[in-house]
């Protein structure tokens, strides 16, 4: 069976990643951090399979800004595949933490790169990259041609890991990708990202548990799709004959405003009623006109998102209002 390493494997990415290649036969290990929790809830379903865990999923701790232990599960591991998923990639939380983002994002990929230089067998890299390194695009839609103009600390980790990797590819010949990851959500994305804020909200406040629901921007514009289209990209990234970098895209832009919209009328409420802006969420600077054009990844690697904007927005509310339904009283 092919051997693939996941960094940041408890992520949403990394658990669909996970069900994905497991799918394909492959043996799983995914590298974990250390903490005081042992909470893995989107893995909880394949962690508890005795059928799985342990035979065909392997967790590792380890830590980016620790290279004996992230050497030691590589060496020990061999993976044919590395998919580089972990980092701190809250785009507002890295105007608080920016020595840290930079840390983890930047300086934590040039590591894994310089133990990749250093292992006997050769193995394929895909690195996680985002649509935040353009940052104020001179062109829309944005591809892999277009230059990096990032806005924030988050895109400038990116962009530097991403310039990394390319430069490690020309020199060592690494079998190295990039993949330029447009927004991309699912009912597991994080509670403290816009969109699933907002599902969640339209969510508890329907079932009476929230009151109101308080934004920054709501005109603020993305290319949202699927995590779910945006793994199997991930993929095929390392399938192709050879090493290249990506955009994964669905070349449409949506509003925050729109979100609020789709959630709401998920739950048949008005968003008029319970909405409100603060400005406590309002970011020091925004990136202008995020769209992608995933040309590439559809003429060389077939890949096409098959989730339309509305439908992921309408599942991961409801998903919401089903988990929050089944535990009555819990505060939103």
Not at 36 to 55: E, F, Q, T, V
């Amino acid at each position: 069976m092919p051997r693939a390493l996941i960094t940041g494997i408890t992520g949403q990415d990394g658990s669909y990643l996970t069900e994905l290649l497991l799918e394909h036969g492959y043996d799983v290990h995914g590298v974990v951090r250390r903490t005081s929790s042992l909470g893995r809830s989107r893995l909880d379903h394949l962690y508890n399979d005795p059928a799985i865990y342990g035979r065909r999923l392997f967790l590792h701790y380890a830590e980016l800004d620790d290279p004996t232990t992230l050497r030691r599960v590589l060496v020990k591991v061999a993976p044919d595949e590395i998919y580089h998923l972990a980092g701190q990639s809250h785009v507002g939380l890295s105007f608080e933490i920016p020595e840290s983002t930079c840390e983890m994002t930047a300086m934590g990929t040039l590591r894994l790169l310089e133990m990749i230089r250093d292992l006997k067998n050769p193995v394929r890299l895909f690195h996680a990259s985002s649509s935040e390194v353009f940052g104020e695009p001179s062109i829309v839609p944005q591809d892999e041609a277009t230059p990096f103009a990032p806005v924030n600390p988050y895109g400038c980790a990116k962009a530097f890991a991403s310039h990394m990797l390319v430069i490690y590819r020309r020199t060592f010949g690494l079998f190295a990708c990039n993949g330029i990851m447009f927004n991309h959500e699912s009912p597991r994305r994080g509670e403290n990202f816009v969109t699933r804020k907002i599902c969640r909200a339209a969510a508890a406040i329907k079932l009476g548990f929230q009151k109101e629901l308080l934004l920054g921007d709501t005109t603020s514009q993305r290319d949202w799709g699927d995590a779910r289209d945006y793994i199997r990209g991930m993929w095929l990234a390392l399938q192709h004959s050879k090493p290249e970098d990506f955009v994964f895209a669905t070349g449409e832009s949506h509003s925050v405003q729109e979100v609020v919209e789709l959630a709401f009328q998920t739950v048949e409420l008005d968003w008029r009623k319970y909405v409100k802006q603060d400005q406590r969420f309002m970011r020091p600077a925004e990136p202008h006109r995020l769209v992608g054009n995933a040309a590439k990844a559809r003429r060389l690697l077939g890949w096409a998102p098959k989730t339309t904007f509305a439908q992921l927005i309408a599942e991961m509310t409801q998903t919401d209002l089903e988990s929050l339904s089944r535990r009555p009283g819990e505060e939103a």
